[in-house]
Nanobody, 121 residues
Framework: QVQLVESGGGLVQAGGSLRLSCATSSSVFSFNAWAWYRQAPGKQREVVAARTSDGRINYADAVKGRFTLSRDNAKNTVDLQMNSLKPEDTAVYYC???????????????WGQGTQVTVSS
């Protein structure tokens, strides 16, 4: 079993920064491919940034140049650094990942519970 937990959300003023983290306590599964999504009230859930299993990274046009994906193998987390935040970035942010089993190479997809990001003007 695998559980993903997002953290780092909160309230910031426009122009500020925030760093989101998606963590797993599993010692058997590791991140193989992952993405951050966000959903604001009344809007569709949209992908913000994604990294494929072969290492390619893509960012949504709305966040390009402001958001950056990273990973920390030691802590077993994947992070999203958000700079120059705008009020339109306000949403619940979700971590989604394909997790690979260390011994048998099985891959399963998981979602985190989401973390609220609010940017005030």
């Amino acid at each position: 079993q695998v559980q993903l937990v997002e953290s780092g959300g909160g309230l910031v003023q426009a122009g500020g920064s925030l760093r989101l983290s998606c963590a797993t306590s599993s010692s058997v599964f590791s991140f193989n491919a992952w993405a951050w999504y966000r959903q604001a009230p009344g809007k569709q859930r949209e992908v913000v940034a994604a990294r494929t299993s072969d290492g390619r990274i893509n960012y949504a046009d709305a966040v390009k140049g402001r958001f950056t994906l990273s990973r920390d193998n030691a802590k077993n987390t994947v992070d999203l650094q958000m700079n120059s935040l705008k009020p339109e970035d306000t949403a619940v942010y979700y971590c989604n990942a394909d997790m690979k089993e260390r011994y048998y190479s099985n891959i399963r997809n998981y979602w985190g519970q989401g973390t609220q990001v609010t940017v005030s003007s």
